[in-house]
């Protein structure tokens, strides 16, 4: 009968739960899908911008002619596409058009950037194997170009055009 009881627990713990736990599966690097190079494609905020611009000039008096040339010699061609490069290093860099090298880590949907004169900043990001977009806070923006008194009349003129925008966005397509 011991012999019956020994074997019956020696089978028990030979077929017991084979499921042993397993390592966590690694959550992906979240910079992964940044890593690349990304060309400029357009923007959000440059149609809101403009009408913005143009609405206050005609506010002010001129005619839409007027307007539309101040406009173009503000803010230049807005029909204009330019050219932008960016470029995500797996070695933790950014290059935009082929400039220094800066830092940038990745933190949920935000990119932290340290220029390489110590500056830093954030902006929020959503990315897919194909588009970047990037959002950039525009009160974070007014407050770095400096929205300062030591040109009152430049610092208004920009409230007027970034009036209703909370976030510019651009979006870029992988190279």
Request: glycine residues 6%.
């Amino acid at each position: 009968m011991r012999i019956l009881l020994l074997l019956t627990v020696m089978l028990a713990l030979a077929c017991g739960d084979d499921n042993k736990p397993t390592a966590p599966t690694p959550e992906p690097d979240p910079a992964a899908k940044l890593i690349g190079t990304w060309r400029y494609t357009g923007n959000d905020f440059a149609a809101k911008l403009t009408a913005n611009l143009r609405e206050y000039l005609i506010g002010e008096g001129l005619t839409a002619s007027q307007a539309d040339m101040v406009i173009s010699d503000v803010l230049g061609d807005t029909d204009e596409t330019f050219s932008l490069s960016i470029s995500f290093r797996s070695d933790g860099t950014v290059v935009v058009d082929n400039e220094s090298p800066d830092r940038f880590q990745v933190s949920g949907n935000r990119i932290n950037i340290t220029t390489s004169d110590g500056e830093t900043f954030s902006v929020n990001y959503t990315v897919t194997d194909t588009t970047l977009s990037l959002q950039f806070p525009v009160a974070a923006l007014l407050a770095t170009v400096g929205l300062e008194a030591e040109d009152e009349e430049e610092a208004e003129l920009l409230r007027i055009m970034f009036q209703g925008i909370e976030v510019m966005t651009m979006y870029f397509s992988k190279k």
